[in-house]
């Protein structure tokens, strides 16, 4: 395991009291939300990072405004297109 020092102010976040367990728990959950959204790590990997389950990191996605889908609007549309003409066939 790879250890990385990060040296901060002494009240990094204004008036919110964090202990220091806290704030790097706060801090790995950010960088793989991030990570995640930039499409640099999987979800898997993600949830790995922040050291919780894939569901849990998917549920949590949202309290930073984050999909769980990766996908852009022109692929989705492209897969619906897709699933209609599939129905066509039958």
Not at 4 to 29: A, K
Request: aromatic share 6%; net charge negative.
């Amino acid at each position: 395991m790879r250890t990385i020092t990060l040296s901060l102010p002494d009240q990094p976040l204004g008036d919110v009291e964090m202990t220091d367990d806290e704030l790097t728990e706060e801090i790995r959950m950010l960088v793989a939300v991030k990570l995640y959204e930039l499409g640099r790590i999987s979800s898997g990997r993600a949830a790995e990072f922040a050291g919780i389950s894939r569901v849990e990191f998917l549920n949590e996605l949202g309290r930073y405004n984050v999909s769980p889908f990766q996908i852009t609007p022109e692929e989705l549309k492209a897969e619906v297109k897709g699933l209609r003409a599939d129905l066509d066939q039958f």
